[in-house]
């Protein structure tokens, strides 16, 4: 079975600095991992995501995470907040035998100008 | 590329009827999509597995005959809510699978752009 815990449900941070978003999971083969995106009231939109090769994958609006094998984490980062960051954030590990996704609780993301 | 349409965005239907929501897959074939749940606050919830030709596997505690899933093409999915009631009102989102497509890293999921239904 697989799973993902994210730590910290919500995260506040000041237009400027660094944005951090942990995210750690249990899987019992080879995962693929992926960073989501949503903003109120709209579907989920792909940041980035690891299946192989380079363990630090950039993404969308200068996002970037590093797949940790030894840590079992996945942790986003982007080096300095826009207000247009805040959103919740939700990190997923993947596939399982049926092919879906296992979502974490989602970190919601407030930036203060 | 891979890009996921649902429909409608959003709904308002009286407590008894039926609602039912599309997920177009545009510019691919996706032999799987998901349908998730979403309640206010929340992570998503996956309700079902929709697999093209083929019955829907649906997740433990939902109700197969209140949520009907047909996904009778390569590219289209629905879900069906029927004799909606007040506590049906939500966020539903579907997702689809998609492989091969070596400019967008050879794997991934689309999700659409939801549906808030409410159901009065």
């Known amino acids: 079975a697989q799973s993902v815990t994210q730590l910290g449900s919500h995260v506040s941070v000041s237009e400027g600095a660094l944005v951090l978003l942990r995210c750690n999971y249990s899987s019992s083969v080879p995962p693929y991992l992926f960073w989501y995106v949503q903003y109120p009231n709209q579907g989920l939109q792909l940041l980035l995501k690891?299946?192989?090769?380079?363990?630090l994958v950039k993404g969308i609006n200068g996002f970037e995470a590093e797949f940790k094998k030894s840590e079992t984490s996945f942790h986003l980062t982007k080096p300095s907040a826009h207000m247009s960051d805040a959103a919740e954030y939700f990190c997923a590990v993947g596939p399982d035998a049926g092919n879906k996704l296992t979502f974490g609780g989602g970190t919601r993301v407030l930036v203060k100008p | 590329g891979a890009v996921v349409s649902q429909h409608p965005s959003w709904v308002i239907c009286k407590s008894g009827t039926s609602v039912k929501i599309e997920c177009r897959s545009l510019?691919?074939?996706?032999?799987?999509m998901f349908w998730y749940r979403q309640f206010p606050k929340q992570s998503l919830m996956l309700m079902a597995t929709?697999?093209?030709?083929?019955?829907?596997?649906?997740e433990q505690g939902v109700e197969k005959d209140k949520f009907l899933i047909n996904h009778a093409s390569l590219t289209l999915s629905t879900l069906t809510v029927t004799s909606a009631h007040p506590e049906d009102s939500s966020f539903y989102i579907c997702?689809?699978?998609?492989?091969?497509?070596?400019?967008?890293?050879?794997?991934?999921?689309?999700f659409g752009s939801g549906t808030r239904l409410t159901v009065v």
């Open positions: 690891y299946t192989t090769g380079a363990t």
């Open positions: 997702s689809a699978r998609w492989t091969g497509r070596r400019n967008l890293g050879g794997y991934g999921y689309t």
């Open positions: 929709s697999n093209e030709g083929s019955k829907a596997t649906y």
């Open positions: 510019d691919f074939q996706a032999t799987t």
